[in-house]
């Protein structure tokens, strides 16, 4: 069963930052909090990890709280092709992922 | 690198034939994964291969579904004979490094499956 609690469905406006919340209040000392996306017909796509730190990569910023219960992943400027459902996943090494419903992201022209 | 590659990209088929799903993972990548996506159970792991050995089949739904990874270059998963609840999407996925640290999975553009 799915670790994580993520609102079923969210909008943002084109050209502003999406902010994806995810709750993890379970998560153990082991486990990263990973974020997939799927646009529609694909198979999901990676696009970022973390365990403590905030991460920044290309596509994303992750932030993790401090306690780990929770966490935020940012898309700085939305486009269209950010429309997709994220996926909000909690796993130690070596164990599987369990993607759960996600959040449908919807951005709006 | 042309991606995690899955055949054929649609499949329709009666109840009670037999359905093969193939997927040619990324080179180099030494584990693979079969997932089954439909929107009442949402994305479902089958099975999956370590350096082309099945280390968890937990998830395979009954004895009808089988898969197989001959070569770290090809995995198929059969359906024998199929029913119309497994109509799904089926998607491959490889991964470089599963179990050190970077669980990054890279997916193929699934197969859908209508099983009449």
């Known amino acids: 069963d799915a670790k994580t609690t993520q609102p079923p469905s969210m909008d943002c406006a084109e050209g502003r930052a999406a902010n994806l919340p995810c709750n993890h209040s379970?998560?153990?000392?082991?486990?990263?909090v990973y974020w997939y996306r799927q646009i529609h017909s694909q198979g999901p796509q990676y696009i970022i990890h973390?365990?403590?730190n905030n991460e920044t990569n290309e596509m994303a910023s992750l932030i993790i709280t401090e306690d780990r219960k929770s966490s935020t992943l940012i898309l700085p400027h939305a486009t269209l092709r950010d429309t997709a459902v994220y996926y909000c996943?909690?796993?130690?090494?070596?164990?599987?992922?369990?993607f759960g419903t996600g959040t449908s992201l919807t951005v709006i022209p | 690198d042309a991606g995690v590659i899955q055949s054929p990209r649609h499949e329709v088929t009666e109840m009670g034939q037999e359905v093969t799903l193939r997927c040619k993972p990324i080179?180099?990548?030494?584990?693979l994964f079969w997932y089954r996506q439909t929107m009442m159970r949402g994305l479902e792991l089958l099975i999956y291969?370590?350096?082309?050995?099945?280390i968890d089949d937990s998830g395979m739904p009954e004895d009808r579904f089988s898969a197989k990874m001959p070569n770290a270059s090809f995995s198929t998963l059969k359906i024998q004979p199929s029913e119309p609840r497994d109509s799904a999407v089926y998607f491959c996925?490889?991964?470089?490094?599963w179990g050190q640290g970077i669980e990054k999975l890279f997916f193929g553009s699934g197969t859908q499956l209508s099983v009449l």
């Open positions: 996925a490889s991964s470089l490094a």
């Open positions: 291969f370590n350096n082309n050995v099945p």
């Open positions: 080179s180099g990548h030494n584990s």
């Open positions: 996943i909690v796993s130690s090494t070596g164990n599987q992922f369990y």
């Open positions: 973390g365990l403590k």
């Open positions: 379970t998560i153990s000392g082991n486990e990263y």
